[in-house]
């Protein structure tokens, strides 16, 4: 593919008036003149116009609707807002002009996925890059502590270690747990995680959340497991949560999420096992004026039978 010139032409009209036609500022670059300039020799676009539609404001790529300025200086949608209307190459006003010939020119890339350097081999058109790269499959995962808005991403061992070191997150190894929670007042509640832990159990690693938050007029307690990986290997496991005293207990059994789903997606709908103030205060005995909760669980590997297609938990010793 090559290009001798690309106008950028306003959308505001349909008249097309001389001075409304501008040349991007780079692409007077040799390579998109004539080949015959060239000697002949080979041309390789694809990178330079790569570079052209990468915003340099954010550094981003850019996608429809491209600006430009009347001096032919590109930017994206979002920093067009960020810099109040105002070229940041030669600060003159950017009006409303969208250079649609560099538009057109996306539509014909196909450019790797963002993380081929993490693994993945896809090549998409350009404008189905951002749709595949929100859900690819070797993507980094945020951080998994719901105490702060971390925003800190990765593999899963740098999160290991970063949740080891950074938030100070108590690590276990084995697939059973059994955590005593205690709180002197257990009417106040201002949405506060209570604990995380994290488990390392068939080679993978397991988020045991356990907090309270306000439902309604009422708080209540709420224990959920997250699997440090993808949807489909987290439904190749299985876990149980139980609670209880005073001879009554509750039992959840389900599937843990994966880690892809955000702390707060999981808690609100209430997918783990939640547990009403009056039931916690119950299992807690004495005066019910301390709140006193051992949840203990396990965690399990869910087996294809070949023969049946039945699963068959595979216990951890």
């Not at 993507?139 to 991403?153: F, L, Q, W």
């Not at 783990?272 to 669980?297: C, H, P, Y």
Request: net charge neutral.
């Amino acid at each position: 593919m090559e290009f001798n010139s690309i106008e950028c032409i306003s959308s505001s009209s349909e008249v097309i008036e001389e001075d409304q036609i501008r040349y991007h500022h780079h692409l007077l670059h040799p390579q998109f003149l004539p080949s015959k300039t060239h000697n002949n020799s080979a041309i390789h676009p694809t990178t330079s116009v790569h570079e052209l539609l990468e915003c340099p404001v954010c550094t981003n790529s850019m996608y429809p609707p491209i600006h430009q300025c009347h001096n032919g200086h590109t930017l994206c949608s979002t920093c067009k807002v960020r810099v109040h209307n105002r070229c940041p190459t030669c600060r003159q006003e950017l009006g409303d002009i969208r250079c649609l010939a560099l538009e057109k020119v996306a539509e014909s890339l196909e450019l790797p996925c963002k993380y081929f350097s993490l693994g993945c081999p896809e090549i998409f058109p350009y404008y189905s890059k951002l749709k595949h790269e929100a859900l690819c499959n070797v993507r980094p995962y945020n951080c998994p502590y719901a105490g702060s808005e971390c925003s800190v991403v990765g593999d899963i061992p740098y999160l290991v270690n970063h949740l080891r070191d950074d938030h100070k997150v108590d690590m276990h190894s084995g697939c059973t747990f059994n955590h005593r929670y205690v709180k002197s007042n257990p009417r106040e509640v201002e949405n506060a995680t209570w604990m995380l832990t994290v488990f390392n159990c068939f080679d993978h690693y397991f988020c045991l959340h356990f907090e309270a938050f306000q439902l309604g007029m009422a708080p209540v307690y709420m224990a959920f497991l997250r699997f440090m990986g993808d949807e489909t290997e987290a439904r190749n496991y299985s876990y149980s949560l139980e609670v209880g005293g005073n001879g009554r207990k509750l039992v959840w059994e389900g599937t843990p999420r994966s880690i892809r789903d955000s702390h707060r997606k999981v808690r609100d709908s209430h997918d783990g096992l939640v547990i009403q103030r009056n039931m916690a205060l119950f299992f807690s005995g004495g005066d019910r004026k301390e709140l006193k909760l051992r949840v203990t669980g396990r965690i399990w590997k869910e087996q294809q039978n070949p023969d049946g297609g039945v699963c068959i938990p595979n216990l951890c010793s």
